[in-house]
């Protein structure tokens, strides 16, 4: 039940925003932790925004946060209690990165959330280390070190400066500290021109995406859930690099009218609903997912949009289906995955992935492919995609795949003409978030050729 009286009366934002990242540090994910805290309590709008830019801030900048409070602390950061540390961080990132914070109210503030914690005693720590910091004019953004000054992981800077080189790793980098674009695939039956307009009635800001047939940018729109454009399924949060997946499936088979198309590992949505809509009702789409859970979302989706010949079914893409062997026109393997490609969208995944990780993931994903390259009849096609940018789950899987009676297939002409000539020539294509205009993301093609 929600609280009725305003924050202001019954809490302090920076209370709300110490809890949060104190779930966090425990290891909560940031975007379930502050959705539970507005749920349950009445923010303002004003009020929301600053405890969703001090908490993002805090999480995405944690390793440059870290590498501030050693320069001014004078105790080793391993002997600082768990809370201080939250604290210290939270202070810092006000100082440093947010302008209107004044210095004196982060510091006074800060004091205050120690004592009230029960670390009285570390008041004058506290003081001591923020005071230090505020009147150093010391800029983050001089540091050298790429993964402390855009707070990664020194493994993940290492490998994307390895593949993609220093210039395109800092755009990289960069681009997940940074708020990333919304966009909107608009549904049949109305144009992106016709949408912008609907959508200005409403107060929301948006265009069409230049070269980009059915895609829109969603410059300002405060709820979803309170947008009557989306309400109606006239349109679907999805990025552009997203929307590729649907339009290479429609590509691939607009020759064909019955088909039978297999999405493994389908949740949220977005790429059945769009395959859903592209290739009309010939194509029979059985969506798949581990739980009933992910599958909710779906089906809420697929009402939303109003579509009715879509088949949902919970199923472990990692068990294989005699069923479906060798019966697929077109098998949808868009798969779990590291996410290196949505840092910008999910602020603590860069700090959960480890090496041995990456490495669990691309065996897991070629349990997955087994299946999946099994279910495609001969002549039939498989798109394999990710939301990532490591190439052991993307550009040594199109190897792996290679030596199971598959080829691959160039689908450059099949994009829309914003995202040609970009290496789908080849028949694999590998954005990158900073460098494209889109999420870090990778899709391949191949037909079975027996």
Same mark, same amino acid.
């Given at each position: 039940?929600?609280?009725?009286?305003?924050?202001?009366?019954?809490?302090?934002?920076?209370?709300?925003?110490?809890?949060?990242?104190?779930?966090?540090?425990?290891?909560?994910?940031?975007?379930?932790?502050?959705?539970? %805290?507005? &749920?349950?309590?009445?923010?303002?709008?004003? #009020? !929301?925004?600053?405890?969703?830019?001090?908490? +993002?801030?805090? *999480? /995405?900048?944690?390793?440059?946060?870290?590498?501030?409070?050693?320069?001014?602390?004078?105790?080793?950061?391993?002997?600082?209690?768990?809370?201080?540390?939250?604290?210290?961080?939270?202070?810092?990132?006000?100082?440093?990165?947010?302008?209107?914070?004044?210095?004196?109210?982060?510091?006074?503030?800060?004091?205050?959330?120690?004592?009230?914690?029960?670390?009285?005693?570390?008041?004058?720590?506290?003081?001591?280390?923020?005071?230090?910091?505020?009147?150093?004019?010391?800029?983050?953004?001089?540091?050298?070190?790429?993964?402390?000054?855009?707070?990664?992981?020194?493994?993940?800077?290492?490998?994307?400066?390895?593949?993609?080189?220093?210039?395109?790793?800092?755009?990289?980098? %960069?681009? &997940?500290?940074?708020?990333?674009?919304?966009? #909107? !695939?608009?549904?049949?039956?109305?144009?992106? +021109?016709?949408? *912008? /307009?609907?959508?200005?009635?409403?107060?929301?800001?948006?265009?069409?995406?230049?070269?980009?047939?059915?895609?829109?940018?969603?410059?300002?729109?405060?709820?979803?859930?309170?947008?009557?454009?989306?309400?109606?399924?006239?349109?679907?949060?999805?990025?552009?690099?997203?929307?590729?997946?649907?339009?290479?499936?429609?590509?691939?088979?607009?020759?064909?009218?019955?088909?039978?198309?297999?999405?493994?590992?389908?949740?949220?949505?977005?790429?059945?609903?769009?395959?859903?809509?592209?290739?009309?009702?010939?194509?029979?789409?059985?969506?798949?997912?581990?739980?009933?859970?992910?599958?909710?979302?779906?089906?809420?989706?697929?009402?939303?949009?109003?579509?009715?010949?879509?088949?949902?079914?919970?199923?472990?893409?990692?068990?294989?289906?005699?069923?479906?062997?060798?019966?697929?026109?077109?098998?949808?393997?868009?798969?779990?995955?590291?996410?290196?490609?949505?840092?910008?969208?999910?602020?603590?995944?860069?700090?959960?992935?480890?090496?041995?990780?990456?490495?669990?993931?691309?065996?897991?994903?070629?349990?997955?492919?087994?299946?999946?390259?099994?279910?495609?009849?001969?002549?039939?096609?498989?798109?394999?995609?990710?939301?990532?940018?490591?190439?052991?789950?993307?550009?040594?899987?199109?190897?792996?795949?290679?030596?199971?009676?598959?080829?691959?297939?160039?689908?450059?002409?099949?994009?829309?003409?914003?995202?040609?000539?970009?290496?789908?020539?080849?028949?694999?294509?590998?954005?990158?978030?900073?460098?494209?205009?889109?999420?870090?993301?990778?899709?391949?093609?191949?037909?079975?050729?027996?």
């Amino acid at each position: 039940m929600k609280r009725t009286q305003s924050v202001n009366k019954v809490i302090n934002e920076r209370d709300i925003a110490f809890d949060i990242l104190m779930r966090v540090y425990k290891g909560v994910f940031l975007k379930n932790c502050l959705g539970e %805290a507005f &749920g349950s309590l009445e923010i303002d709008k004003r #009020g !929301r925004a600053f405890i969703t830019a001090l908490c +993002e801030g805090v *999480c /995405e900048r944690q390793i440059t946060l870290d590498h501030l409070v050693d320069r001014y602390s004078n105790v080793k950061r391993n002997k600082i209690k768990p809370q201080i540390l939250v604290i210290l961080r939270m202070g810092i990132f006000q100082l440093k990165y947010m302008e209107k914070a004044a210095d004196h109210g982060v510091v006074n503030e800060s004091v205050r959330l120690a004592k009230k914690h029960g670390f009285a005693p570390l008041a004058g720590y506290v003081n001591a280390v923020l005071r230090a910091a505020a009147r150093d004019d010391f800029d983050p953004e001089s540091i050298e070190d790429p993964g402390i000054r855009y707070s990664v992981p020194e493994h993940l800077a290492d490998l994307f400066i390895r593949e993609y080189g220093i210039r395109n790793a800092e755009k990289m980098l %960069a681009a &997940g500290l940074k708020k990333p674009a919304l966009y #909107g !695939r608009v549904s049949p039956g109305i144009t992106p +021109e016709e949408l *912008c /307009e609907k959508l200005k009635e409403e107060g929301v800001k948006a265009r069409p995406y230049p070269g980009f047939p059915g895609a829109i940018v969603l410059d300002e729109i405060d709820s979803m859930d309170k947008c009557g454009c989306f309400l109606k399924g006239l349109f679907t949060i999805q990025d552009l690099s997203s929307q590729l997946v649907g339009i290479v499936a429609s590509g691939i088979m607009e020759e064909r009218r019955e088909m039978k198309v297999l999405d493994l590992c389908c949740a949220p949505g977005g790429k059945t609903t769009h395959m859903a809509q592209l290739l009309g009702p010939g194509a029979h789409i059985l969506s798949r997912d581990i739980s009933e859970k992910k599958l909710e979302a779906v089906r809420a989706n697929l009402t939303r949009l109003g579509i009715d010949d879509v088949t949902t079914e919970v199923f472990d893409a990692c068990t294989y289906d005699e069923g479906w062997e060798s019966g697929c026109d077109l098998v949808l393997a868009d798969l779990p995955c590291s996410g290196l490609g949505v840092m910008g969208r999910k602020k603590d995944i860069k700090y959960r992935v480890t090496p041995d990780d990456l490495k669990e993931l691309a065996l897991l994903q070629r349990r997955i492919l087994d299946n999946a390259a099994a279910y495609v009849r001969p002549g039939g096609y498989l798109i394999y995609s990710t939301c990532t940018v490591n190439p052991g789950e993307n550009k040594e899987q199109v190897s792996y795949l290679l030596g199971k009676d598959l080829e691959i297939v160039p689908f450059d002409e099949m994009l829309p003409e914003a995202f040609r000539g970009r290496g789908a020539k080849n028949g694999a294509l590998q954005l990158l978030q900073g460098v494209d205009d889109c999420d870090g993301f990778f899709i391949s093609l191949f037909r079975r050729v027996c």
